[in-house]
């Protein structure tokens, strides 16, 4: 394996970054549009990249993309060419990697000995998220498996062109879609690496009901799949999620969950989630004791937040 097993290796503990799109708006930015974050790849490349900074600053091991709501068809459907489509894929790839290089020049020696050369991990977010109708969150849409792989293979082969250390499959809320995914690995993509997080409304199941217990045999079984968890899941589900993967996966988990707010796709509102008591470095530090080795956030935290992860527990 590559450059993430070795992190693995290395590190016990690996700090991933935070939200992207929701940052970006508490900067004021719209994302409001079907594109979401990646909106600015188009025009402003350079407000991404930012962010991407802020996140090396803050602590961060592993930069993730901003391809999460990126892909072909959403591209083309903004008037753009597919070959300008698959351009701006690897630009997200470059953009990070230009983030990790200009922030790393400025830390010191004793810093950067501290520190291990950071990842870019490429982001492939769910079909949901092109469709931008909600159903990330619920699960509750239906391809077939050569449709799911037609989807993700152009973003996939883009970001591991333009140079990616490992993918991030991330906020997958339907079962048939992350076996897709990972056949898709395996059978033409096989020396890739990557995490698999989904995203879950419940104790046991992930958004379309697939139990977790099935998931987890499946990350088991996957050589490609170095850690899997979950991320985009209010914080008081993922401790019992959690004692559900760890019956039949050994692998080291992850957790980069929202802010504590829970977000309704429908309206686009986040509301409070009153059984969310602990910051985000309380809850990182109990899940650590259900093997978790890879803590970060997802929407509605920033980069302050993943500043005190790790302090809080590399310190």
Same mark, same amino acid.
């Given at each position: 394996?590559?450059?993430?097993?070795?992190?693995?290796?290395?590190?016990?503990?690996?700090?991933?970054?935070?939200?992207?799109?929701?940052?970006?708006?508490?900067?004021?930015?719209?994302?409001?549009?079907?594109?979401?974050?990646?909106?600015?790849?188009?025009?402003?490349?350079?407000?991404?990249?930012?962010?991407?900074?802020?996140?090396?600053?803050?602590?961060? +091991?592993?930069?993730?993309?901003?391809?999460?709501?990126?892909?072909?068809?959403?591209?083309?459907?903004?008037?753009?060419?597919?070959?300008?489509?698959? +351009?701006?894929?690897?630009?997200?790839?470059?953009?990070?990697?230009?983030?990790?290089?200009?922030?790393?020049?400025?830390?010191?020696?004793?810093?950067?000995?501290? @520190?291990?050369?950071?990842?870019?991990?490429?982001?492939?977010?769910?079909?949901?998220?092109?469709?931008?109708?909600?159903?990330?969150?619920?699960?509750?849409?239906?391809?077939?498996?050569?449709?799911?792989?037609?989807?993700?293979?152009?973003?996939?082969?883009?970001?591991?062109?333009?140079?990616?250390?490992?993918?991030?499959?991330?906020?997958?809320?339907?079962?048939?879609?992350?076996?897709?995914?990972? @056949?898709?690995?395996?059978?033409?993509?096989?020396?890739?690496?990557?995490?698999?997080?989904?995203?879950?409304?419940?104790?046991?199941?992930?958004?379309?009901?697939?139990?977790?217990?099935?998931?987890?045999?499946?990350?088991?079984?996957?050589?490609?799949?170095?850690?899997?968890?979950?991320?985009?899941?209010?914080?008081?589900?993922?401790?019992?999620?959690?004692?559900?993967?760890?019956?039949?996966?050994?692998?080291?988990?992850?957790?980069?969950?929202?802010?504590?707010?829970?977000?309704?796709?429908?309206?686009?509102?986040?509301?409070? +989630?009153?059984?969310?008591?602990?910051?985000?470095?309380?809850?990182?530090?109990?899940?650590?004791?259900?093997?978790?080795?890879?803590?970060?956030?997802?929407? @509605?935290?920033?980069?302050?937040?993943?500043?005190?992860?790790? @302090?809080?527990?590399?310190?």
């Amino acid at each position: 394996m590559g450059k993430f097993k070795d992190l693995l290796d290395k590190q016990e503990i690996i700090i991933l970054d935070g939200a992207l799109g929701t940052e970006l708006e508490s900067l004021g930015y719209d994302v409001s549009g079907k594109l979401w974050s990646a909106q600015y790849l188009l025009d402003q490349p350079q407000i991404i990249q930012n962010v991407h900074e802020s996140y090396v600053r803050a602590g961060s +091991d592993i930069i993730t993309t901003s391809s999460y709501q990126a892909s072909i068809p959403a591209f083309v459907e903004a008037g753009l060419t597919p070959e300008k489509s698959y +351009d701006l894929l690897k630009e997200t790839v470059f953009l990070a990697r230009k983030a990790i290089e200009n922030t790393w020049q400025a830390l010191s020696p004793e810093e950067k000995n501290q @520190r291990p050369r950071l990842l870019v991990a490429g982001s492939v977010g769910p079909y949901a998220a092109y469709l931008a109708d909600g159903s990330e969150y619920t699960g509750d849409y239906q391809l077939s498996e050569e449709e799911f792989q037609d989807f993700h293979r152009p973003r996939i082969q883009a970001l591991l062109e333009a140079g990616s250390d490992l993918l991030a499959i991330e906020t997958i809320p339907n079962g048939a879609e992350a076996e897709a995914i990972l @056949r898709l690995l395996a059978e033409e993509f096989p020396q890739a690496e990557a995490y698999l997080s989904f995203v879950a409304q419940s104790e046991n199941a992930i958004s379309d009901g697939t139990k977790i217990e099935e998931l987890g045999n499946l990350a088991q079984e996957s050589p490609q799949v170095l850690t899997v968890g979950f991320n985009c899941t209010a914080p008081h589900l993922i401790a019992p999620l959690l004692d559900g993967l760890r019956q039949v996966c050994n692998k080291p988990f992850l957790t980069y969950p929202n802010s504590g707010e829970t977000y309704n796709g429908l309206t686009k509102i986040w509301h409070n +989630d009153p059984e969310q008591e602990r910051s985000l470095l309380e809850n990182s530090k109990l899940w650590q004791n259900q093997g978790v080795r890879l803590f970060g956030g997802c929407c @509605r935290t920033q980069p302050e937040d993943i500043a005190q992860l790790a @302090r809080g527990l590399k310190d």
